[in-house]
């Protein structure tokens, strides 16, 4: 495992803290799109069914069971705990235009036509588009509070690292995975106009808000 795959999942860890500690600390949903949160959890689902089949590492299979344990924790919070908090008027993106293509896409397109590898390539593909209902929310609000953007920005920056691990791997170790890179590139895309107000308005105590 190279330094730039470590600090890729450290920032991902980050941030499913930053935001499960959020929720609990405030006892509020406010601004936090419980659809995007079900995508997630729909991810990490799909992607680890392999913790059934295989042992990698204990490493590999203590943060996948931690990915998907946070995931669903954060679903309940949500949904349940605190649901009189939680901002449904807002969180109106239709995630079966993002689910039903990608699960198609995943079908035509993957490594191998097996069930474990087509809900793998459906879990690469869905989080690359996951926080799409999260960002919509926050431009039919007009703003974010400043912890939620703590919360994007590390997630974003986990998946931009996580680029640049597969570059190092592509030179270093001669692995390429087509698949999880226009993935991630896609993911990467979407979160720019995030990385730029988070630099120029939250870092400097400003609020965020994206143009509706």
């Given at each position: 495992m190279n330094v730039f795959r470590l600090t890729g999942d450290l920032s991902h860890l980050a941030?499913?803290?930053?935001?499960l500690l959020k929720i609990w600390k405030?006892?509020?949903?406010?601004?936090i799109s419980g659809k995007s949160q079900i995508l997630f959890a729909l991810v990490f689902t799909s992607r680890y069914l392999d913790l059934l089949t295989a042992f990698i590492s204990f490493y590999?299979?203590?943060m996948k069971v931690i990915y998907i344990a946070c995931a669903y924790a954060t679903v309940y919070l949500i949904y349940v705990k605190f649901k009189a908090t939680y901002d449904g008027n807002h969180d109106t993106f239709r995630v079966e235009f993002l689910v039903v293509p990608v699960g198609g896409l995943a079908f035509l397109v993957n490594h191998d036509f097996s069930p474990l590898e087509i809900m793998w390539t459906f879990s690469i593909y869905l989080e690359s588009v996951s926080i799409l209902p999260q960002l919509f929310m926050i431009s039919k609000t007009g703003?974010?509070?400043t912890i939620t953007t703590h919360y994007l920005f590390f997630l974003g920056l986990y998946r931009a690292l996580y680029l640049i691990n597969w570059i190092w791997r592509f030179y270093f170790e001669g692995f390429f995975?087509?698949?999880?890179?226009?993935?991630?590139?896609v993911q990467t895309i979407l979160y720019c106009?995030?990385?730029?107000?988070?630099v120029t308005k939250v870092l400097k105590g400003k609020k965020l808000s994206l143009p509706a």
């Amino acid at each position: 495992m190279n330094v730039f795959r470590l600090t890729g999942d450290l920032s991902h860890l980050a941030a499913i803290i930053i935001l499960l500690l959020k929720i609990w600390k405030t006892r509020s949903c406010a601004g936090i799109s419980g659809k995007s949160q079900i995508l997630f959890a729909l991810v990490f689902t799909s992607r680890y069914l392999d913790l059934l089949t295989a042992f990698i590492s204990f490493y590999n299979s203590s943060m996948k069971v931690i990915y998907i344990a946070c995931a669903y924790a954060t679903v309940y919070l949500i949904y349940v705990k605190f649901k009189a908090t939680y901002d449904g008027n807002h969180d109106t993106f239709r995630v079966e235009f993002l689910v039903v293509p990608v699960g198609g896409l995943a079908f035509l397109v993957n490594h191998d036509f097996s069930p474990l590898e087509i809900m793998w390539t459906f879990s690469i593909y869905l989080e690359s588009v996951s926080i799409l209902p999260q960002l919509f929310m926050i431009s039919k609000t007009g703003e974010a509070e400043t912890i939620t953007t703590h919360y994007l920005f590390f997630l974003g920056l986990y998946r931009a690292l996580y680029l640049i691990n597969w570059i190092w791997r592509f030179y270093f170790e001669g692995f390429f995975d087509m698949i999880a890179i226009v993935a991630g590139v896609v993911q990467t895309i979407l979160y720019c106009d995030f990385f730029y107000l988070y630099v120029t308005k939250v870092l400097k105590g400003k609020k965020l808000s994206l143009p509706a």
